[in-house]
């Protein structure tokens, strides 16, 4: 699976609500990458990414912040002072602090393209494979056509990057680890002082 992504940091409004969030234009292709689900309403299909329709699909958090528990499907909102139809309300995702998704608002990468971001260009392609053990193939030939589009030569540095979810893993697993060892650490000095301190009290107690 592959979907463009193009973001950026918006103040959503309705009605006397305002609440900040990442706007995210995008195709219907992110739903089954970022294993997305509609709780209500509907995800807006490629027709709407073709008129450059000003729909938008709301992460379950920020649905919660500006309509509470009102129904937000159908009803309008206001990004960048251009009015968008919800369409769609997702479920919760959790777990996702870094990307936000609970707190996006997703909307057809045309529409924020041409309509609220004024640019030709996107933030990333999101990319899904079949099987781990594909990664690196999938990466080599997806560098490999990115230098030819970018006409980049044989012995130039690539202008964009490219990063897998195994590569985020393995980084957080070291992270982890070296601050497990740390508290570690800190638990055996302060083991040590506390044992200095009895063994002061016990001397005294003797002398």
Do not use: C
Not at 165 to 183: I, S, V
């Amino acid at each position: 699976g592959v979907a463009p992504e193009v973001r950026r940091q918006y103040s959503i409004k309705f009605q006397n609500v305002n609440e900040g969030a990442q706007v995210i234009g995008t195709t219907p292709g992110l739903v089954p990458i970022r294993n997305l689900k509609v709780e209500r309403g509907i995800w807006f299909d490629q027709s709407a990414i073709i008129q450059r329709d000003r729909v938008a699909v709301l992460g379950a958090k920020i649905a919660l912040k500006l309509f509470g528990e009102t129904d937000p499907v159908s009803r309008t909102i206001q990004i960048d002072r251009k009015n968008f139809e919800v369409i769609g309300v997702l479920e919760f995702k959790g777990g996702d602090t870094w990307a936000r998704l609970d707190d996006s608002v997703y909307v057809p990468v045309t529409t924020a393209l041409y309509r609220l971001f004024n640019r030709r260009f996107l933030n990333q392609i999101t990319v899904s494979i079949d099987e781990r053990e594909h990664i690196d193939g999938t990466v080599k030939e997806i560098e490999k056509e990115m230098r030819q589009m970018h006409r980049i030569g044989r012995d130039a540095e690539n202008d964009f990057q490219i990063g897998n979810m195994d590569e985020m893993r393995k980084g957080m697993d070291q992270a982890t680890g070296a601050f497990t060892a740390l508290l570690g650490g800190i638990a055996l000095v302060s083991l040590f002082v506390g044992g200095i301190g009895i063994m002061n009290i016990m001397l005294v107690s003797v002398t």
